[in-house]
Each structure stands twice: as structure tokens, then as C-alpha cells.
């Protein structure tokens, strides 16, 4: 249960990106300890914590923290799960080397982004203005139901938490993660209870490939319809096909129509089956939140969408199913970068009183 490294393994970092808060641990020149709660996010390598504070005419490096790091770079970051059931509890501890990253470096950028991807709240925050302190791990120790499928966060917090992931560890996923997952999905709401949704799960590489290599063809048709030069289609292809390979799983989402209501008229038929297509969005997003709240991460792809026959094809399903997106699922390489930020509230909602 207990695990001592030099670097990360693939289940410590998967528990690392998913902890909100980590405890970062310095030292002063004398040898006195400090240690704070940090929001944080990790790229695969350095763990990039920000420093938010603005105090008026101080300086952020006169900050404890960082005359700690700036004496003695040695640090500790550990993040832990707890939960009233201990067959839960878990930590991941962190010994590395710190330094203060400056504004306006690449690295600075990136790790401004990782952290405005993970926590919203910094859209609102001139973090950018500040160094981010970054962490080069040297020595990883955990200990625990590091891989446990369980959550013990609030739905808000799963809610707000989730983001689509595209990179992924190469790092199965347990079978009962994904029958957790499908029974989130089938959960959903939908018209007349009807279900009108199918889940083609695909974990096999030959499947994968199969089904990416009959997308490429019709992508590459698209693409060279939109007058992309021969070398983008060429990146663009490789890029989405590397995409669904590099996923552990894909989950083939298809609406099925067979069970719904018939009408004599297109109208009422047309909105029979967006109807379909609106449940099948709400049996997406469970399985996107419950992977989420299970530890996984996912992602959402809607290019079969545009060629369903060639999906159909490809692997050999019931002409009945018409496949509208993957999902993927696996294990985040690191906190995602390029999240978009959420327009605010009043310009999405109309009141009429
Ligand atoms: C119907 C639909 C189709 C999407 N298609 C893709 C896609 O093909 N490729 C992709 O990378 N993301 C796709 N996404 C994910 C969105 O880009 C993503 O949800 C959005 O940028 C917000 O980021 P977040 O999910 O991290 O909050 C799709 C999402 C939806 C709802």
C-alpha cells in the first residue's frame, strides 16, 4: 500500500490532478516550519501553485512561502483524501525542489493556464502579474486506496470540477470504473422513459484503429473540401487519430429510435427524435460527471456525427444505432490546458417575472 519513488507513477499522478487542494510545506533559513493549504495544478511534470495574494505595496516574494523557497527550495506538497469510510483514505507526498517562475516566461503562461483551466475563480484574479512558484518533484511517497472508485465531494464540487481531458496516461481502466460509468449514463432522463440511446464501448487497439482509420477518411475529405492544405489535413488527421488511440477507452454514443412514439405528421416526428437527441446529451453528461467523480477523466468527440454510416460500418453495428459521439475515458496526463472560461451568468439567463 505504501510506495516510494523518484518520480510519479501513473495512479499517483491520476490522484494528484484530481485533488483541489494540496498542503505545500517550507522551511525558513533557521528551520522553521510553515505550511498552508495551496490550489494548484500539475502539467505532467512541475506542480505550479500561483500567488494570489496582492498586498498593497508588499511585494508577493515577501511572502513567508516564498523567503522560505527562496532560503531553502527544499519542499513538500502533499495531498490527501479522507472520508468517514477508511478504506478511502489516501495521500500523495511530494518532495521537491522549488523556484519562482517570473511573469511573461513561456513557463509562466502555461502555468497561469493550467491554473485558470483547473480553478475559475483565477479568471477573476490578476495572477498573472505575480511569479507562480514551481515544483520539480524528486521523491514521491503515497499511501492508500489511491485508485479507489469513490468520491466523498459534493455534486457542486463534481460539477464545477469536471473538464473534457484529450491526453491521456497509458493506464487502463478497471472494468468496474466503466460499468459505474454506463450505469450514470443509463440513468438518465428521456422521453416517455423510452431510453432512446445505445453505448458501444471500444477498449481494443485494432478496434480503435479500425474506427479512427474510417473517420480519417471521411475528415480527409471534409478537409480537403475546406481547402486546407495537404499538410494541415495531414496534422489534423494524425492529431485526431492519436486522440482516439491514445484513450484508454471510447464509449460510441448512438441514438436508438426504434421505441419512440410514432406521429402521422414530420413535424411532431422531428421533434420526437431531438427529443432523443436532448436525453442522449443528459445520458453524456452523467457519464462525464460520474467518470469524474470516480477518479477518471473524459473527454467528448463529436466527429462521428458527421460520417455515422462510416462508424456503423467500421464496427459492425445494428443499422439501428446512429452513432452521434465518443467518449473518451482514462487518466488525465496533467491538468488541461486551453479550458474556456464560462461567459457570466446574466448573459446567459433571461428573467421574466
Ligand atoms: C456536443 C459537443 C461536442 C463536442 N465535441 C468536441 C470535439 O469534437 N472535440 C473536443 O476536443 N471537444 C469537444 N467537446 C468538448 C468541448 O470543447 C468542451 O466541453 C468545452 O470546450 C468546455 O470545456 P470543459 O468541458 O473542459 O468544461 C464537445 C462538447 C459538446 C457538448
Redesign the pocket.
Known amino acids: 500500500m505504501k510506495e516510494k519513488t523518484t518520480v510519479l507513477t501513473p495512479v499517483q499522478m491520476a490522484f494528484l490532478v484530481h485533488q483541489r487542494v494540496a498542503r505545500l510545506a517550507t522551511t525558513s533559513e533557521s528551520g522553521e516550519p510553515h505550511a498552508i493549504p495551496v490550489c494548484f495544478a500539475f502539467d505532467g511534470h512541475l506542480i505550479h501553485i500561483a500567488l494570489d495574494e496582492k498586498p498593497k505595496n508588499v511585494s508577493p516574494t515577501r511572502l513567508k512561502r516564498v523567503r522560505n523557497i527562496l532560503a531553502n527550495p527544499n519542499v513538500v506538497v502533499i495531498t490527501d483524501r479522507y472520508s468517514e469510510d477508511w478504506k478511502l483514505l489516501a495521500y500523495v507526498m511530494v518532495r521537491g525542489r522549488a523556484g519562482l517562475v517570473e511573469p511573461a516566461s513561456p513557463e509562466h503562461t502555461l502555468a497561469i493556464r493550467l491554473l485558470r483551466?483547473k480553478y475559475h475563480q483565477y479568471e477573476q484574479m490578476k495572477i498573472e502579474e505575480n511569479p507562480v512558484i514551481s515544483i520539480h518533484p524528486e521523491q514521491v511517497a503515497s499511501w492508500g486506496a489511491l485508485d479507489a472508485l469513490g468520491s466523498s465531494r459534493s455534486l457542486m464540487d463534481i460539477l464545477l470540477g469536471?473538464?473534457?481531458?484529450?491526453r491521456y496516461l497509458a493506464r487502463d481502466v478497471p472494468e468496474e470504473a466503466i460499468e459505474k460509468v454506463l450505469e450514470a449514463a443509463r440513468w438518465a432522463p428521456s422521453p416517455h422513459g423510452r431510453q432512446p440511446w445505445r453505448f458501444a464501448v471500444l477498449t481494443r487497439k485494432e478496434t480503435k484503429t479500425h474506427l479512427a482509420e474510417a473517420m480519417g477518411e471521411e475528415w480527409q475529405a471534409n478537409l480537403d473540401m475546406d481547402g486546407q492544405s495537404a499538410e494541415v489535413v495531414e496534422k489534423r488527421l494524425e492529431g485526431s487519430r492519436k486522440?482516439l488511440l491514445d484513450a484508454p477507452v471510447l464509449v460510441l454514443l448512438c441514438v436508438y429510435l426504434e421505441d419512440l412514439d410514432v406521429y402521422p405528421d414530420a413535424a411532431r416526428q422531428q421533434s420526437e427524435i431531438m427529443m432523443a437527441i436532448q436525453s442522449l446529451?443528459a445520458a453524456?453528461q452523467n457519464a462525464?460527471l460520474a467518470a469524474y467523480s470516480l477518479g477518471l477523466d473524459a473527454?467528448?468527440?463529436?466527429?462521428p456525427?458527421f460520417c455515422p454510416e462510416k462508424v456503423t460500418e467500421a464496427l459492425g453495428l445494428d443499422l439501428s444505432l446512429i452513432p452521434h459521439?465518443l467518449l473518451t475515458l482514462g487518466y488525465a496526463e496533467g491538468d488541461?490546458p486551453?479550458?474556456?472560461a464560462r461567459k457570466p451568468i446574466d448573459e446567459l439567463v433571461i428573467y421574466r417575472d
Open positions: 483551466g469536471r473538464r473534457s481531458v484529450r486522440r446529451g453524456a462525464l473527454g467528448w468527440v463529436c466527429s456525427l459521439a488541461p486551453k479550458r474556456r
